[in-house]
């Protein structure tokens, strides 16, 4: 049994072949340029394994709904080259085994779940807070998703007294992602993020925006743990302050769980994601079999 797995970013796409332990044979990091380029570089990978399914994980935003005539399609994205890219069909047209199909932060809560600061629950969030802010939910064995999935960083958030910062999203300006993803913040002070890594306040307001979305996905979803990955939270004295501004912001109002256990960083390291994938990988490749 081989499983295939492709964590598709907006920059890199990590391919990677398992077998049926889902210990990993081979991977490669792959940039993401056109859909004909990167492909077939995916397929050269590939084509030397006998897989039995492959498991996507990809930005988005994707069409997850499995009625939707563009299921398996990357939609409105604004990587225009991949916009209405019909990804699991070029898949399936290619090697003619199951693939499953989710958001590359539902791979990662998956992964984490499974195999890492998640274990032994039954439900967890994971926001990656990066080039963009997204976030992905497992919840009771499946992904939260429903006519389409969470897009967890475009909601909406109160802004700090002392920021006066106008947002960069697109679409909202100041959503979340807009004032506190990595490019926001080095929008807002001018500088690298790395550059900042002194300057306290930075952190500060950062983590004013993040634990109010936070507090939104706890009221809201109400998951077992929440897992904070991506770049900008390598700034670990982030999660200090995260946990204190939740607490805050909660005020008693319902109990929750210790806050060092709620909220942590991931487990699997960087291979949230494609650990993930494989495991999605090996679950279609369940369902096939038992259907
Ligand atoms: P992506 O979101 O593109 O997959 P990352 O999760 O690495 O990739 O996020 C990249 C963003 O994270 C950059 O905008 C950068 O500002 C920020 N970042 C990367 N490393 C650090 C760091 N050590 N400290 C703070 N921010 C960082
Ligand atoms: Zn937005």
Known sequence: MKYGAIEAGG????CAVS???????????????????????????????DLDAIGVGSFGPIDVNKKSKTYGYITTTPKLAWANYNFVGALKDRYNIPIGWTTDVNAAALGELKKGAAVGLQSCIYLTVGTGIGGGAMINGQFLEGYGHPEMGHIL??????????????????????????????????KKAYELVDNEEVWKIEAFYLAQALMTYTLTINPERI?????????????????????????????????????????????????????????VNKDEITC
């Open 19 to 49: 077998n049926e332990k889902l210990e990993i044979l081979e991977r490669i990091s792959l940039p993401t340029t056109t859909p004909d380029e990167t492909m077939k570089n995916v397929f050269e990978f590939f084509d030397k394994y």
């Open 157 to 190: 958030i109160r802004m700090h007294p002392n920021d006066q910062f106008k947002g960069i999203c697109p679409y909202h300006k100041n959503c979340l992602e807009g004032v506190a993803s990595g490019p926001a913040i080095e929008d807002r002070w001018g």
């Open 227 to 283: 897992v904070l990955g991506g770049g900008v939270m390598k700034q670990r004295q982030l999660f200090h302050y995260i946990r204190k501004e939740l607490e805050k912001l909660m005020n008693n109002y319902v109990t929750m769980p210790d806050l060092d256990e709620y909220i942590v960083s991931p487990g699997l390291g960087d291979n949230s994601g494609i650990i993930g994938c494989l495991l999605l990988a090996q679950e």
């Open 11 to 14: 920059t890199k796409f990590v």
